[in-house]
């Protein structure tokens, strides 16, 4: 979904005799142009997609405000359909699911991909029940303020023992916030984990939906 791939320009050239030829852009073709950081195709709005990188560690206050790595940033506005210079972009924070020791964060377009796919799940079938909970009611929409800070109310903050320091992970087209000892105890352990499909729901996203 989510790529950082390089964006090629497309010229129209209008020639004169006698005169220098000038490249001008799109003219009703898919020229791109760049809107915060991220790559947009001019005629549909279709934002190119893009994937988060790298991860790092970041203070969080008395009243949940904590700031996001500024590369992360980029990506959420690129991917908020809705978002426009000057304001704030918005994000989902998943902070369901008994298994789960961190928070997930999705950009609108990734979660709206969710969406898509736990529809195709039979209405009322258990799968799709859990996916929805996890996704839907266990979930929160915010928005990244000015100062490029997030809220985590402390519901979200006591579910993962979040305390002082936040660690942001890339994921994908998604992020993760973890406290940072857990996030290092959960390394450790995938060298000897066995892969259950049964623990997150999350795994029956490509799965069979009957």
Do not use: N
Not at 85 to 100: F, K, N
């Amino acid at each position: 979904m989510i790529s950082g791939s390089r964006s090629t320009r497309r010229f129209h050239f209008s020639p004169s005799k006698g005169s220098q030829q000038v490249p001008q852009e799109g003219r009703g073709d898919w020229g791109r142009k760049r809107r915060g950081g991220a790559t947009e195709k001019q005629g549909t709005g279709q934002q190119v997609a893009r994937r988060f990188r790298g991860e790092s560690d970041h203070k969080v206050d008395a009243k949940g405000r904590v700031s996001i790595p500024a590369s992360f940033r980029r990506v959420i506005e690129a991917c908020d359909p809705e978002w426009t210079e000057g304001l704030p972009p918005r994000i989902i924070i998943v902070y369901g699911g008994a298994t789960r020791d961190y928070l997930e964060g999705f950009t609108i377009e990734a979660m709206d991909e969710v969406d898509d796919k736990i529809a195709k799940f039979p209405r009322g079938s258990a799968k799709r029940k859990a996916m929805e909970r996890l996704y839907s009611a266990q979930s929160i929409e915010t928005v990244v303020d000015d100062t490029g800070r997030i809220v985590l109310p402390a519901k979200l903050r006591e579910k993962i023992g979040l305390d002082g320091m936040a660690r942001f992970v890339s994921s994908g087209d998604t992020f993760e916030i973890w406290q940072p000892d857990a996030y290092d105890e959960s390394i450790a352990v995938l060298d000897d984990e066995g892969f259950d499909p049964d623990l997150d729901p999350s795994a029956y996203l490509d799965g069979d939906m009957e």
